[in-house]
């Protein structure tokens, strides 16, 4: 992590942003794995809470508040706040239901955000943004976004906060009878992963210097956190950080070389990465047994 | 007096298509426990088969409903069979991202083969309709609805009378004790996203006669068949329908919304997916059993 640091000396407008790209996305990826790994309630609605942020950031802007830190602070506060308001009723649904609510969730901001004429509608927002030479203020916000997401997660999973996310993942009837309040720590565990997913699209939106509701809501931006935090490892804390590096380079590279069906590869990625590397890698990499032991994971669900 | 007439009729006529949209969806959900994702992608790919086979070869849309179900019951069957069987008890992230990239993949390939245009099937009927007491029904459209109506009534007597039926509701009520009795579980779950996609097709063929084609618009039809499922009640053919023309009455209502607040304007027909989720939450927190389902987890 601390390698990326050197990546803005290199000068290269465009290695620069690949590697912003490759933050912002971890930064998601840890939000949703505090919420999608360590408290197992897996929500597809991450990108709800990055595109809020980005829109705090582009209404700052219009009224000339061109300012990283405020705009995280506004993006952290909005999000906990939307978190704990939609968290309340959202996070009583369990399973398949809290899936597909989550998923409603942010097409429904984006078709709100659509027909909200202060934020721009369909056709968008300009955001202001620092000259050319200083792009590189964005990339150090996001490196540390990212690694504030990480070391957040780190500590998180280290203190009783993270023990009563796992034991309402493992069990939630039994982590109520030990005295978590599930609810509580639910919306916590939401608002802390909103704010993470939040202060990414708030380095964002300036960063990117315009938006609209098919950026800000993207389902690219939902699913790759995703599939980045299973690739690397549910409910770990260097997996996330692992599956975008690899993940994020990938699509880079992808989008390079084969522009017009690089999605396509996407799919096929997301379908191979689910089939092969349904554990991910940080438990690839302790695996003992090898090879074989993999294999025999391989069928583990099969019908 | 008469718009709100149109309005119901409107609603019921979307809504007999809803109801097949959600019929395959919730036989997949209810007996494997697979949100599938890719069901959209299958409604796309039913639409522009139809599609292919009106513009290539003049064949009547109506006349490709079997079409589209032998085709896609057959890719769907392969997908379980050889792809999806290997983690359908996976916890739910893993089937749900798995037909995520499935949905993914289909999408692009229609892109591909097809591209991002507009298509549409236009019959020689297509712009046919008749009025009763003020109201103005498409034949298309009612035809549509009959279809549906049929479509439903076969699933139910063949789930309910058929040898595979009774095998396939088995396998959701007890797999050990289905195996036990000599049912193939990796067969019939094989039979039943058959079933699905197969059904998302035949759907998609309906959908080709009223609504614009392209590679997405199966999105919107996934999220709503989900909501037609919570609210029908997960897993019944009845429920399905039910849910099916409740939703699309409801949904017919609602995007009539059309108010000023100050300069903002609000106009709910750009609001479907907010709709969608606002009647999902609604039915979860008031009736998380749906209108005719059994109590579910």
């Given at each position: 992590m601390a390698l990326l640091l050197l990546v803005p000396l290199g000068h290269n407008g465009y290695i620069e942003i690949v590697f912003r790209n490759i933050l912002m996305y971890a930064a998601m990826a840890y939000g949703w794995n505090l919420i999608?790994?360590?408290?197992?309630?897996?929500?597809?609605?991450q990108v709800a809470f990055f595109g809020i942020g980005a829109y705090c950031s582009a209404v700052l802007s219009a009224h000339n508040i061109d300012n990283l830190f405020a705009d995280v602070a506004l993006a952290c506060v909005v999000t906990a706040l939307f978190a704990v308001v939609v968290g309340l009723p959202v996070l009583r649904l369990k399973g398949h239901y809290f899936a597909i609510a989550t998923l409603g969730i942010g097409l429904a901001l984006s078709d709100i955000v659509a027909n909200l004429d202060v934020l721009g509608a369909s056709s968008g927002l300009a955001v202001h943004h620092v000259d050319e030479p200083h792009f590189y203020v964005y990339y150090y916000a996001m490196w540390l976004v990212a690694l504030g997401s990480m070391l957040g997660t780190y500590f998180i999973a280290r203190s009783k906060l993270g023990f009563a996310f796992v034991a309402i993942r493992e069990n939630e009837e039994a982590a109520a009878v030990l005295g978590i309040s599930a609810t509580r720590y639910k919306v916590i565990a939401w608002a802390i992963s909103g704010m993470m997913a939040g202060s990414a699209g708030a380095v964002f939106a300036p960063a990117n210097g315009f938006l609209d509701p098919s950026i800000a809501f993207s389902a690219d931006s939902n699913i790759f956190p995703i599939v980045m935090g299973i690739l690397g490892g549910v409910g770990t804390v260097a997996g996330p950080f692992i599956g975008a590096l690899i993940l994020a380079g990938a699509n880079e590279l992808l989008q390079k070389y084969f522009i017009k069906i690089h999605t396509l590869f996407f799919g096929a990625m997301i379908v191979l990465v689910v089939l092969l590397?349904?554990?991910?890698l940080v438990w690839l990499f302790g695996l003992k047994g090898g090879a074989r032991t993999w294999l025999k994971s391989l069928t583990a669900y099969k019908a | 007096m008469h718009l709100v007439l149109q309005d119901l009729a409107n609603g019921i006529l979307a809504g007999g298509i809803l109801a097949v949209v959600a019929l395959g969806f919730s036989l997949v959900w209810g007996i494997?426990?697979?949100?599938?994702?890719a069901h959209g992608a299958f409604v796309m790919l039913g639409a522009y088969l139809t599609y292919q086979l009106f513009a290539?070869?003049?064949?009547?849309p109506f006349l490709s409903l079997p079409i589209s179900f032998v085709v896609l019951f057959t890719a769907g069957y392969l997908l379980q069979r050889y792809l999806i069987n290997w983690v359908v008890r996976a916890p739910i992230l893993t089937t749900f991202l798995l037909t995520f990239g499935l949905s993914l993949l289909f999408v692009n390939i229609a892109l591909i083969v097809w591209t991002g245009d507009q298509r549409g099937v236009t019959t020689a009927y297509a712009g046919a309709n008749f009025t009763l007491a003020g109201v103005t029904i498409p034949w298309v459209k009612l035809y549509t609805l009959l279809a549906a109506l049929v479509i439903t009534g076969v699933m139910h007597l063949w789930l309910t009378r058929s040898k595979t039926g009774r095998a396939i509701r088995a396998t959701s009520m007890d797999i050990g004790a289905a195996q036990l009795s000599g049912v193939r579980v990796a067969h019939i779950y094989s039979i039943v996203y058959g079933l699905g996609a197969g059904l998302a097709g035949v759907a998609g063929t309906l959908i080709s006669m009223s609504y614009a084609i392209n590679p997405n618009m199966g999105e919107p039809f996934l999220i709503k068949a989900f909501v037609v499922c919570v609210l029908g009640g997960l897993g019944s053919v009845q429920g399905a329908l039910v849910g099916g023309l409740v939703y699309g009455i409801v949904e017919a209502f609602a995007t009539q919304i059309d108010l000023y607040i100050g300069t903002q304007h609000i106009s709910g027909s750009g609001l479907q997916d907010a709709i969608a989720l606002a009647v999902l939450l609604i039915v979860l927190i008031?009736?998380?059993?749906?209108?005719m389902g059994k109590a579910t987890a």
């Open positions: 999608g790994g360590y408290t197992g309630y897996v929500s597809f609605g590397l349904s554990r991910g | 494997m426990n697979i949100i599938n994702l290539s070869f003049h064949v009547d008031v009736r998380p059993t749906g209108i």
